[in-house]
């Protein structure tokens, strides 16, 4: 809300700038501003000045003089003729000049004749009292601020004529509820409508361009319609913020239909800035191959989005440029399908040089993140807020990390970084909380640097642990602990409910298991179907209240409990909490509706690791 009101601001600025110069250049001196007078169609006694000697002979309406347009204000209902008479000659009147009617409150209607083409800036500006006009029908150009803070109009038509709305035209027209745009018209300038009072729009296939704040502050606005395709709404060039009216309506009609599944046309190469800000109508959205960049705040505030699908590949995915915040559509599915599957395990093809900023802001979908020896530089953003990444590798070659690359991936248990030279990092790049592996040796490199001494470094195994299981749908396997100096690392086996750990690929049964890594190894974790959780569970009584769960989950054992995990039915943990007691609240009011599984976890005092597994319904 304050950008809007900043934007207002803005106007309302411009406003009294503009009026300022122009009294200024105008009514400086004491001088006639005109070149002769003549009594109107209504009555009232107008100026004019001669813009055509010759034939055609044309003239513009025009102020009197003194201090301010007028010094004798003419008011009620105005027709102004569409050709008047002077030394015998006939004028055509074919514009209404800078400031002519400005501040004329008295004025209650409006009739312009279909001689006049241009309506100058500010011509009407500030009449409060006018409530209707009537437009001719050879107006082209209606220019800035014409007739901005015109309080009483209600509603205006504005002719098939017309191709340009200057900047302003209608500003602060407070009172104005209905617009009818025409097809004629290619281009709305800056703040055209700010401040109104319309409850729907309708944009002609004929725009093309629509300024910066042109529908900033109308907040009554309910829907927007656009009578072209799909294709030519994403050609529109949107000026800034509040150039696009979608997000006071929130709904966007297309051809009289309400978008919803959006997918973007394959003849379409760039998603242009603001062009769907605020449409929280769209609950998917398909994006082609075929794009290439997607606009600042193009998608921001699309609450609505259930899942973003693209239809190229990952390597495609990552050569698109996002223009700013907002560009990338992702963070509100936080779901994205690439060739319709869904990314989890995200591997950087070796063929990528770059990762672009914001590629996979909000992908929380991502729970493991491999970035390979080609990549040398991660843009800002880039991974920020991908709260299901677990675990990251971070090949050698890699030079910068840009600021909030990492930030908030609240989740992200281990970064392993393979470079000998750490890379050029910002103050906010990765969570400060995090382990980061660096290569065995190349520990002082980092402490040394003064952005990844502030980090959690720790010396990396020098050799390769590879964890498989044979079937992820049966459990996992996952390395806890390592130790560069003395070279061994624990592993973990970690059955998924139903299922019980049976050993791992040489037989050893140990779990969890402390290795000694002299080479790249690989170690599988088989798993078996289980009679319920008797095998490898927590010898403890252990207690869930209430059952179902609205906000808050109550957790008891007669043991301590040194973890709780909570898995949702596709094996992803959603949430994961530390405990040291034997008791835990856990605030599960923003998880989904549905069956989950608290995995819970105890360590024996012979150091090695127990747990237990119960289901619970949140509603």
């Known amino acids: 809300m304050g950008a809007y009101g900043e934007k207002t601001s803005n106007l309302k600025f411009m406003k009294k700038l503009f009026t300022i110069l122009i009294f200024a250049i105008l009514f400086g001196g004491s001088a006639m501003a005109y070149d002769f007078s003549a009594v109107c169609e209504s009555g009232q006694t107008l100026y004019y000045n001669i813009t055509s000697n010759t034939v055609p002979y044309t003239v513009e309406v025009t102020y009197e003089s003194g201090d301010g347009p007028y010094n004798t204000f003419p008011t009620g209902d105005l027709t102004i003729s569409e050709t008047v008479e002077y030394n015998s000659i006939t004028y055509s009147v074919t514009s209404i000049g800078t400031v002519a009617f400005g501040g004329c409150t008295g004025l209650t209607s409006l009739t312009i004749p279909n001689s006049v083409r241009t309506i100058y800036q500010e011509a009407f500006m500030d009449c409060t009292g006018i409530t209707s006009i009537v437009f001719g029908n050879s107006l082209t150009n209606i220019g800035e601020l014409a007739f901005a803070n015109c309080t009483g109009l209600t509603s205006v038509t504005i002719p098939n004529s017309v191709t340009s709305i200057g900047g302003g035209a209608f500003g602060s027209c407070t009172g104005l509820t209905s617009v009818t745009i025409p097809n004629s018209v290619t281009s709305i300038g800056n703040y055209a409508f700010e401040n109104c009072s319309v409850t729907s729009v309708t944009i002609p296939n004929s725009v093309t361009s629509i300024g910066d704040g042109a529908f900033s502050d109308c907040f009554g606005l309910t829907s927007v319609y656009y009578t072209g395709d799909l294709a030519g709404w994403c050609r529109i060039e949107f000026g800034g913020f509040g150039s696009n009216p979608v997000p006071y309506s ?94 989890t395990d995200l591997i950087i093809p070796e063929t990528i040089s770059e990762i672009k900023a914001y590629a996979f802001f909000g992908a929380s979908c991502i729970t493991s993140l491999t970035i390979p020896n080609s990549v040398t530089s991660i843009g800002y953003h880039a991974f920020y807020n991908c709260s299901g990444l677990t675990s990251v590798t971070i090949g050698n070659s890699v030079n910068s990390i840009g600021d909030y690359a990492f930030y908030y991936c609240w989740r992200l248990e281990k970064i392993y970084s393979n470079a000998e030279t750490p890379a050029t990092i910002e103050t906010n790049t990765f969570s400060s909380t995090v382990p980061i592996f660096v290569p065995c040796g190349a520990e002082n490199n980092y402490l040394a640097d003064e952005q990844w001494g502030s980090l959690n470094i720790n010396s990396e195994l020098p050799h390769f642990v590879t964890l498989n299981s044979n079937d992820e749908a049966m459990g996992t396997a996952v390395l806890l602990n390592q130790h560069c100096s003395s070279s061994t690392a624990v592993i973990e086996a970690r059955p998924r409910y139903g299922y019980n750990f049976v050993h791992w690929n040489d037989g050893n049964t140990d779990n969890p298991r402390t290795i000694t890594v002299t080479e790249d190894v690989i170690y599988t974790a088989t798993f078996e179907v289980g009679d319920g959780i008797e095998e490898n569970n927590m010898e403890s009584k252990i207690s869930l209240f209430p059952n179902p769960a ?60 127990t747990f237990s597994v119960r289901r619970f319904v949140k509603e």
């Open 550 to 609: 609205t906000d808050i989950l109550n957790i008891t054992s007669s043991e301590t409990i040194s973890e709780i995990e909570i898995v949702n039915t596709l094996g992803q943990v959603v949430k994961r909490i530390e405990v040291n007691a034997d008791n835990a609240v856990c605030d599960v009011n923003e998880l989904k509706a549905g069956v989950y599984m608290v995995r819970i976890r105890s360590a024996k005092s012979d150091t090695s690791t």
């Open 250 to 343: 929130h709904n966007l009609y297309i051809n009289n239909e309400l978008v919803t599944d959006l997918i973007i046309p394959e003849t379409i190469s760039e998603i242009k800035a603001y062009a769907f800000f605020g449409a929280s109508c769209i609950t998917s959205l398909t994006i082609p191959n075929s794009i290439t960049s997607i606009g600042n705040e193009a998608f921001l505030d699309c609450s609505g989005l259930a899942s973003v699908y693209y239809t190229g590949n990952i390597a495609q995915w990552c050569g698109i440029v996002f223009g700013g915040f907002g560009s990338n559509p992702v963070p509100y599915s936080h779901n994205l399908y690439i060739n319709n599957e869904l990314v």
